[in-house]
């Protein structure tokens, strides 16, 4: 038998359908086989006795390096990003390209591709952000770019400089159907929360707890409603993105129900966050700040019912990292003064699988196959990674993340390792984190120390 790089040995396997225990055999950065014995023929052996060997995260929904308004700095580059979210056993991640206004998209990928040129330590594939569907954009560009393989694209119905209307919508699934285009959807209604804030500020209803009141539950319901029926106008497949309560649920369940296909994603801050850390003294309710805003407490009990009974097909961070304490992250000099003004979006990409595996695997909520599921295997299923990515099986990259189910972690931001100066989920106990991980056959971490380097990750086209 010729020999393999690396043979781990010991582990309990797990995937979306399975759990086994057998050896893993990696031969030139692919997994070459599943057997027994295997240790005698490796150049290394890593013995992972106790502990769960899993397909490495992958994190469809992660924000890096993006253009978030005049003065206005993200914390996370793509060397920030992928180190954070590799330590959080992630092997791939999947960042926006932003499409500026009056911009094409060849132009702004370019750029984008030019900024995660040899920083990356995960491997990256990049959706795209439609936000001026002009007849360049839908009949040159976004069908040229599909070909290329960039085959998935988001859509906003919120943010005044990034939301479509309903013809816009229409036109953009109308060309992303003929292409084979998997279309993303973030679901709030601009014009209510424009309304909502006006009433706001005419009360003096000015900090960071007013983010949640402005953006309402009826605001995700009336928008996931309104996406899914365009979608059916066109017949089109869609994707919900982090649908936070059970009303947004309720109309994702009916549209499947009358035959849609929707894919539906949740995230971490609507399971274990709730609206009432926005209302944090001495303006620390600013470090919860993302949209949707987290919930209720009944809200987390829907979506946790969600993961359970399939519902929800991903499970992603929507990490979007800015910092609090700076002039210009969370506490810029408007915002600071006025709810409207703070950036929307929490840092995630580390902990979003270590919170689900603790509150979900650990707790009984969810079965170690499931946690597979939402947080590997359906993104790769979803975004045309699969089989080469999302599963441990012979062919399959060998990007495996080792976890260890009885590690007891205190979340700390000192201990992570985004761009961000804070964690939202800041003193959570979690049980399980992974402890080595591997990308393409290279380990990259190995006992939470990182033995690699960054450059490491590369693009992969779809």
Known sequence: MDMFDIVITGGTIATASDTFCCDVGIRGGKIAMLGDGLAAY???????????????????????????????????????????ALFGGNTTIMPFCLQERGRGLRQTLAEYHALAEGSCYTDVSFHLIVCDPSPDVLGQDLPALVHDGYTS?????????????????????????????????????????RFLIEKHEAASLLRPSSHAT??????????????????????????????????????ITRARQRGSTVTAETCPQYLVLT???????????????????????????????????????????????????????????????????IPNGIPGVETRMPILFSEGVRKGRIDIN?????????????????????TIAIGADADIAIWDPELDVTIRHDDLHDGADYSPYEGLEVQGWPVTVLLRGKVMVRDRIMVAKKGDGQYVRR
């Open 214 to 251: 402005t953006r309402p539950v009826a605001a995700e319901r009336e928008a996931t409603h309104r996406a899914v029926s365009l979608a059916e106008i066109v017949d089109i497949p869609v994707v919900i993105v982090h649908v936070s309560n059970g009303a947004a649920i309720d109309e």
């Open 153 to 193: 694209l988001k859509v906003f119905m919120t943010y005044e400089n990034l939301r479509l209307n309903d013809a816009q919508l229409l036109a953009t699934f109308d060309v992303a159907r003929d292409l084979g285009a998997t279309v993303m959807v973030h679901c709030e209604n601009e014009d209510a929360i």
């Open 42 to 84: 490796a150049n290394e052996v890593i013995d992972a006795t106790g502990k769960y060997v899993l397909p490495g995260g992958i994190d469809s929904h992660v924000h890096i390096a993006q253009p978030s308004g005049e003065g206005i700095v993200m914390a996370d580059g793509f060397e920030s990003g992928t180190l954070s």
């Open 275 to 341: 609206a009432a850390d926005l209302d944090g003294m001495d303006w620390e309710g600013a470090k919860f700040v993302c949209s949707p805003p987290p919930r209720d407490t009944a809200d987390q009990q829907a979506c946790w019912q969600g993961l359970r009974d399939g519902t929800f097909d991903l499970f992603s961070s929507d990490h979007c990292p800015y910092k609090y304490d700076s002039v210009d992250g969370k506490l810029n000099p408007k915002g600071a003064r006025h709810f409207r003004h």
């Open 370 to 390: 499931r946690f597979v599921a939402l947080t590997s295997t359906n993104h790769a299923r979803s975004y045309g990674l699969y089989p080469r990515k999302g």
